[in-house]
């Protein structure tokens, strides 16, 4: 590696090989940990990636890019060395226009900054991801990520409309289009979106604006039972009803976020919280009326419903903050990002739910059931200590357990996170048959296999060893 | 071509190679004609698609796929020769799921038909092409088609979730989920949609069921000019209005639909015609109100505005036949699908409905701007002699001109109805970077070039000349 070349590229100030900062840059959010990053480099703007991504590219260097690190699966890791390309740096908003009702914005823009500044115009982007504060536009593109407005609002893909993207030998191309239908050429733009780094690196986003409701009310129903609150979430979305927001949290969810932030949640065995916006109050309540409705004959009971900002703001920051909660809810025991994401078809909650339980209870780990149900996500968690090297293949017998009841009720691997490197094995199992065109389209974007080789259908079998773990097991 | 092979495959009565009958499938609803078809094959299952493709790519055949024809591109006119795979027949809706809020039909299913046998179930399939009556669901698939609802709901690419395909080797695979979210893996299914048959063959598609409104309310508003209806239509969009129609109609456009159909439509430079969709009455006056607040700043005026379903299904019916409106509107005269339906940003459809005009005039033929102006699409038709030889002549210079501004306001040269040949001279023109990578990804998908070959960017410069002529043109 000419590591002095890189420096003529982005300048010195904006590369980095020292080994602390390596060792950062190794990780990401999920369980997985490299020391084999050997430059960390940050391009300011567009003709650095170019330069970056041809040096790269003629000398066959794997390239890892990276938003803040925020994934859970492993894509940011760069398991085959070279150069992790750091887009946080490139985070201009390029272009706000309520005129044409898009917005332009370079990669390494945080969700949340976006969507302050969008606010004044009456818009916003739409994807409402639980890492908003820190996560960026680039991140969530690569993951076609989305989140508890998704239900109504859709994900990544959906606010989508156009791209800059460097490809694997430099050059610069733009997909898509400034328009919210497209019907001109290869829907190559959507293609990218979920490309887990794999087929270019982009450097310009077209997203579309979203109008801002006036008006958001939140409401939350208590149920004894999960698989009650599981089958209202599937009669709520089967009744025609349109929430903006419609999460499930389990009984170790809400005495997690209880301990750790006072919240305030009733101590019952689950709860849904749901939202319903739009501009008059009218439309409003009669949304969130249709919805408990459907509570009640799933017995639901103990509704708060509250237009109040502020109350709000506390159960989102609540249920934003799950994960850090359950870190802390048994001493000893760190909460892993295993199994966190899968999708599954909309009458499939309540079973899952309970599938998630107990398969937990069978493998000696903690797994709590929450997210964003209503889209079709169930978020899980793996409560486990992390010293024990039992507990490792606890946790790998309960992600594959997991997996193969999900694939069996018609459910996917990945709802919003992406499949990298810890659902990789269960992801190959369940979708052999598109494993070879998969690699056929890389190859047509990446022919030298540099960007962010060995992950999706190029990673190990075994998610367990096919990196270090980020914590520290006696063996 | 070994057609006694194919009979075999899909039986003697599915199978067409006279004269009379390969005339027919040298067409569709473009400019375009070839009698270059050899055989017209009806598979009426996923297996003989199967069988088919893999004995066309062992033997090299171009395979051109095709719903009912109402494509306005010439995507289904067979330049190569060989098979034209006719896909009508497979028009089972194989699952109507509300509690997982999704079906599952094959790809001649009809649009309409679909949203027949979903009505009772309070959901619909959310495009809503013009030609809804005939268009399929695997058409519509290939072009991303969209249509009137398209401002609120999308084009098909956002209804779309997952889809079997038969690719160009014979394989089957499944592509996308069953799931409103998805992160598992490529966006195989949303690479398949506007692909234009050069991709894959789609033999099952899982599409997205959107909650049919309770109320519906359709509005009228007249303009003594042309820019103010459209400066009206960009200001509605920017204001966060969410109409769920908003129509553009020229006086052409105008004066056609009341001659064919006596219409009754009011005799003026312009009118908009837009809908708004809600549970309550109370949400959909609110939003007719305020677009029509916005139509009265910009000098709207005379409004109509009816919940009536029957005056909603006369103005509906108006706007779906206006094609064969204009075809009555100079005798001698053919209306042609040419540059029928760029897209342009949201600011930019007052200067484009005036851009037409202008480009009419110069060039000696009638154009009308007209269309699905919310969403960014603003169809035209090009009126002309078409026994005139210097009439196709003129036609060429006003369809270049035209998106040649397109181009320059940072538009698209097709919003919902694909390039395939006649608008490939000018997309080639104005995407010159996604030429290579669209070669790659149709090589990774189909690597002897068999599916619908020398379409979109392998297609001929000059669409005048890129096959015969659907009319007779004097010498």
Redesign the interface.
């Given at each position: 590696m000419d590591i002095e070349k890189l420096k003529k590229i982005v300048g010195e100030d904006n590369l980095r090989d020292d080994v602390a900062e390596l060792y950062i840059y190794g990780s990401d959010a999920s369980v997985h940990q490299t020391d084999k990053a050997q430059v960390v480099v940050k391009p300011q703007n567009t003709k650095h990636v170019q330069e970056v991504m041809k040096y790269a590219n003629e000398n066959m260097i794997p390239v890892t890019a990276r938003g803040i690190g925020s994934g859970t699966s492993g894509h940011a890791v760069p398991i085959d060395g070279g150069i992790v390309l750091d887009l946080k740096d490139m985070d201009k908003i390029i272009e706000i226009?309520?005129?044409?009702?898009?917005c332009k914005v370079e990669p390494g823009v945080v969700n949340d900054e976006l969507n302050r500044q969008l606010q004044p115009y009456?818009?916003f982007f739409a994807p409402t991801p639980a890492s908003g504060k820190v996560c960026t536009i680039g991140g969530m593109i690569a993951?076609?990520?989305?989140g508890i407005r998704?239900?109504k609002y859709?994900?990544t893909?959906?606010s989508l409309l156009g791209m800059k993207v460097v490809?694997a030998n430099g050059?610069?191309?733009?997909?898509g289009?400034?328009?919210?239908?497209?019907?001109?050429?290869?829907?190559?733009a959507?293609?990218m979106?979920?490309?887990e780094g794999m087929?270019g690196i982009v450097v310009e986003a077209t997203l579309k604006l979203t109008?801002?409701p006036k008006l958001r009310c939140l409401a939350i129903s208590k149920f004894n039972k999960l698989e009650e609150a599981g089958k209202t979430i599937?009669d709520v979305?089967?009744s025609?009803?349109?929430p903006s927001m419609l999460e499930l949290m389990d009984d170790i969810a809400i005495q997690s976020v209880n301990k750790a932030f006072n919240l305030g949640l009733p101590d019952v065995e689950a709860v849904i919280i749901f939202e319903a916006d739009?501009?008059?109050e009218?439309?409003v309540d009669?949304?969130i009326e249709r919805i408990i409705k459907i509570c009640e004959k799933n017995n639901g009971f103990g509704f708060e419903m509250s237009y109040d900002a502020k109350r709000r703001a506390e159960i989102y920051e609540g249920r934003k903050k799950l994960f850090s909660a359950l870190s802390r809810y048994r001493e000893g025991y760190v909460c892993a990002d295993l199994a966190d994401?899968m999708?599954?078809?909309?009458?499939q909650m309540a079973a899952t739910a309970h599938a998630i339980h107990e398969i937990a209870k069978k493998n000696n780990v903690i797994m709590t059931a929450y997210g964003?149900c209503g889209?079709?996500?169930i978020h899980t968690k793996i409560l486990l200590n992390p010293s024990k090297k039992e507990q490792w293949d606890d946790a790998r017998k309960a992600v594959e357990e997991l997996y193969d009841f999900v694939d069996s009720v018609?459910?996917?691997?990945?709802?919003?996170?992406?499949?990298a490197l810890s659902?990789a094995p269960s992801?190959k199992k369940s979708?052999m048959?598109?494993i070879?065109?998969?690699r056929?389209?890389k190859?047509?974007?990446d022919p030298n296999n540099i960007l962010n080789p060995h992950k999706?259908?190029d990673a190990p079998d075994d998610w367990v060893t096919a990196t270090e773990l980020r914590y520290r097991v006696k063996e």
């Open positions: 226009s309520p005129e044409n009702i898009i009456g818009f993951n076609n990520a989305s998704s239900v859709g994900a893909r959906d490809l050059d610069l191309v733009e997909f289009s400034n328009t919210r239908v497209d019907a001109a050429g290869f829907q190559l959507r293609l979106v979920g490309s087929l109008p801002l599937s979305m089967s025609g009803a349109t739009g501009m008059i009218a439309t009669g949304e994401d999708a599954v078809p909309n009458s964003h889209s079709g996500v018609g459910g996917i691997t990945s709802g919003e996170h992406g499949i659902k992801w979708r048959d598109i070879p065109i998969t056929e389209v190859k047509a974007f999706l259908m």
